[in-house]
């Protein structure tokens, strides 16, 4: 397909308000999103320090309803959905049949009956057929919301005081991961306390045309406008894994730490997702050269790896990365990492890299 064939981006509700602060737009995933505003470092250090905001609506919505919503979800991901009290949410994985991950996702729980998924932008449309595939006799309801809403993560310490006086509801009150209905500036809203940035911070879900006006208001409040470049720079200090670059539909997701997140319960492709991993995710600081995804790593002279995600850190002052290593070279303390054709030494690292309250 040429290049007057392609798909035109799509753009989020919050387009013309990027546009106007001056944003530099660029494609990503299919969407034209903005990759930063005044610059990366500003931005990050803006949610690292005080309270940043990032336009997230690229995010897709699934609402799951119906007297077999739980258990459908039971059967489709490897938490365990249960444990979820109405108000509250958690994080999960979509497995694959025969290993991967379809997608990583949020769910957050309405009520008994009533569910809300949050997928990966770039995985939309896959995440809507590998569910309506499973959802088979289940006596539920999938409803694809994602044109509906607008998702705006407000991010940083200084969150909670910023927003709390123009919400109706107590944010003292929101503990980590609870989900709840509340006015903001007028608007009604619902309101995660959830993140990707290693900070503490709200996600907030609005009906897509009053995205804008409430971006607006948060603007006047102080809130710092920030893009992509950050975003990245912010959940790779903190070492959250990326789909399509941590996770995939070929990596096996037990490489990462993040095996609690299976539970001890029958689920779509579990005897391939519990196997021992072939690989483990590693974290890796290097003095001076920045690498990136793909680059080779190196250990004892031989390949062992590759980078998945690597940035300097704006934090730390000097460049992180995670690399996919083999399993039996994962415990060394030194490594390489080739970078245009030369070689350079890297650290291991436990991941992450940048925890609230301490480095």
């Known amino acids: 397909m040429d290049k007057s064939e392609e798909a035109p981006l799509k753009r989020t509700p919050l387009h013309a308000a990027h546009v106007k602060a001056g944003a530099r737009m660029v494609p990503f995933g299919g969407w034209e999103m903005p990759v930063q505003y005044q ?5 990050h250090t803006a949610v690292r320090e005080g309270a940043g905001m990032f336009d997230v609506s690229h995010m897709g919505e699934f609402r799951v309803t119906g007297p077999d919503a739980e258990a459908f979800l039971q059967h489709v991901t490897t938490n365990d959905v249960s444990k979820l009290r109405p108000g509250r949410a958690h994080y999960n994985w979509l497995p694959g049949e025969l290993g991967g991950l379809v997608d990583d996702i949020y769910i957050y729980r309405l009520a008994d009956d009533e569910f809300l998924m949050v997928v990966n932008a770039s995985n939309i449309g896959k995440d809507w057929a590998h569910l309506q595939a499973q959802l088979g006799t ?3 309801v999938l409803t694809d919301e994602s044109e509906l809403w607008a998702l705006i993560a407000v991010q940083g310490p200084l969150s909670q005081e910023k927003l709390a006086p123009h919400c109706t509801f107590d944010l003292s009150a929101a503990k980590k991961n609870s989900y709840f209905a509340a006015k903001l500036f007028g608007f009604d809203v619902w309101l995660a306390r959830t993140g990707y940035t290693g900070e503490d911070g709200f996600e907030v879900f609005v009906a897509a045309d009053e995205a804008e006006k409430l971006w607006d208001k948060l603007t006047a409040i102080g809130l710092v406008p920030a893009g992509l470049g950050a975003r990245d720079t912010l959940r790779l200090e903190a070492g959250f894994p990326l789909y399509g ?3 995939s539909d070929t990596i096996h997701p037990l490489s990462s730490s993040y095996g609690w997140v299976v539970k001890d319960k029958a689920h779509l492709g579990r005897a391939h997702i519990t196997a021992a991993p072939p690989q483990k995710l590693i974290g890796l600081a ?4 920045p690498v990136r995804e793909g680059y080779p790593v190196f250990a004892g002279g031989e390949q062992v790896g590759t980078i998945t995600s690597g940035s300097s850190s704006p934090t730390l002052g000097h460049p992180i990365a995670m690399a996919l290593v083999n399993a039996e070279s994962a415990d060394a303390d030194e ?7 030369k070689r350079h030494p890297a650290r291991r690292l436990g991941l992450p890299f940048y925890k609230r309250g301490g480095l």
């Open 335 to 341: 490594f390489e990492v080739e970078v245009r054709g």
């Open 245 to 247: 670059h941590e996770f």
């Open 138 to 140: 289940y006596d539920a």
């Open 39 to 43: 610059g990366l470092k500003a931005e």
């Open 286 to 289: 290097l003095e001076k050269v």
